[in-house]
């Protein structure tokens, strides 16, 4: 199984300020033959599903702010948010489904400073 | 748009099952695997299996094996998941969640209490 590590485990940020999250897998989840890294970012409130920010490591899907960004390939990736709002105070999960089990990060918490 | 519906929340005794059901709407049901997803209380997403609605093929996480049934009613467009021999570490939020757009159910809280 691919064993997905986030770090930090959380992280309190000041508004306006840039949040950064990094998510390491133990194998790679980039598939060569289309070049997609098989990665994509969550965010999720209390009581909510886990709702996509992002696919192929740094594709925004629709309707999320393009404060929203993705980078990385092969086995290291990184979430930001560049300028932190109050409505972003959630937890994010990254998610490999590069193979079966879909695996996921243990999940950051974000708050705000 | 793309929806998934899931049934209900449920409260089992230790050694029931449930049966969780997901309704999808917005596309051709048979198209794409569904996926079934878990998170306990406080804790982490945790991957189930996947069913495939076109031939009913599934694969489950090996943790769940003997005790996990994924199904589907082409003739309603309804996924099913079915956990047997229930635990009280099995109380969660069960998610059904569509491959490639990672489009997610509301969730089913099943609660196991005797």
């Known amino acids: 199984d691919i064993v997905m590590t986030q770090s930090p485990d959380s992280l309190a940020v000041s508004l306006g300020e840039r949040a950064t999250i990094n998510c390491k897998s133990s194998?790679?989840?980039?598939?060569?033959?289309?070049?997609?890294?098989?990665l994509a970012w969550y965010q999720q409130k209390p009581g909510q599903p886990p709702k996509l920010l992002l696919y192929?490591?740094?594709s925004r899907d629709s309707g999320v702010p393009d404060r929203f960004s993705g980078s990385g390939s092969g086995t290291d990736f990184t979430l930001t948010i560049s300028s932190l709002q109050a409505e972003d105070v959630a937890v994010y999960y990254c998610?490999?489904?590069?193979?079966?089990?879909?695996?996921f990060g243990q999940g950051t918490k974000v708050e705000i400073k | 748009q793309v929806q998934l519906v899931q049934s209900g929340a449920e409260v089992k005794k230790p050694a029931a099952s449930v049966k969780v059901s997901c309704k999808p709407s917005?596309?051709?049901?048979?198209?794409?695997?569904m996926h079934w997803v878990r998170q306990a209380p406080g804790q982490g997403l945790e991957w189930m299996g996947w069913i495939n609605p076109n031939s009913g093929a599934t694969k489950s996480a090996q943790k769940f094996q003997g005790r996990v049934t994924m199904t589907r009613d082409t003739s309603i467009n309804t996924a099913y998941m079915e956990l047997s021999r229930l635990r009280s570490d099995d109380t969660a939020v069960y998610y059904c969640?569509?491959?490639?757009?990672?489009?997610w159910g509301q969730g089913t809280l099943v609660t196991v209490s005797s």
């Open positions: 998610h490999q489904y590069y193979s079966s089990p879909w695996t």
């Open positions: 917005g596309y051709t049901f048979t198209h794409y695997y």
């Open positions: 192929w490591a740094s």
């Open positions: 969640v569509r491959e490639d757009i990672m489009v």
């Open positions: 194998q790679t989840v980039l598939f060569t033959s289309n070049k997609k890294n098989f």
